[in-house]
């Protein structure tokens, strides 16, 4: 069971509203980044809450439903595939956990952040390695972040069969770059992240 022990320490400095924010899906050639920001209640204990990718598909999902019940607040934000090329992934998962802290209907006066660095958040935080292994509010935020880009890909696995974003959710396999040389692109590939694979790959398909 993940101790509150992070979230303690901030509320000692007097911050009440002390959300946490994670991402899922900056590694991907395909589909969006999301970021989930996440206000639990001081204490609260979810049995199972850990890194998202620490746990089953199917606990992700048990836990998704329990979170938003258990949540005085959450906002999960998708960056697409356009903007990602547009401003580049880091930026755009920086894009993302801001909008999503912003996106809080109550507002955060702190925030934890999953990772070792951050941007243009407009209130104090603090960056945690390995946060979603640390901190309750940060693991909640891992696992609302991961099933809705999980959830969105599968979508889009329905609309672009041919590529089984089912299989691996937008990233790098051989099954996927086998089928980008067969295919090419699709219209939510990241393009600036297929340079290389097109340079190294001038047969493939455009």
Aim: net charge neutral; proline share 3%; with cysteine.
């Amino acid at each position: 069971m993940l101790q509150w022990t992070i979230e303690h320490e901030i509320a000692d400095k007097g911050y009440k509203n002390i959300c946490g924010i994670d991402e899922a899906g900056r590694g991907p050639l395909a589909g969006p980044v999301c970021a989930a920001a996440v206000i639990l209640p001081d204490g609260c204990q979810i049995d199972g809450l850990n890194d998202s990718k620490k746990i089953s598909e199917k606990k992700r999902d048990l836990l998704f439903d329990e979170i938003k019940n258990t949540a005085l607040a959450y906002s999960i934000v998708m960056v697409d595939h356009k903007k990602i090329d547009e401003i580049n992934i880091l930026q755009a998962t920086y894009l993302a956990m801001k909008n999503a802290v912003e996106g809080l209907n109550i507002k955060a006066d702190y925030t934890l952040v999953d990772g070792n660095r951050s941007q243009g958040l407009n209130i104090p935080f603090s960056c945690i390695v390995k946060g979603d292994a640390k901190s309750p509010s940060i693991a909640a935020a891992s696992i609302l972040a991961k099933v809705t880009r999980d959830r969105y890909m599968l979508q889009m696995a329905e609309k672009y069969p041919e590529y089984a974003f089912e299989k691996h959710k937008g990233y790098g396999t051989k099954v996927h770059y086998n089928a980008i040389l067969e295919h090419g692109a699709c219209e939510i590939h990241r393009l600036t992240f297929l340079k290389k694979f097109y340079e190294k790959h001038p047969e493939a398909k455009r």
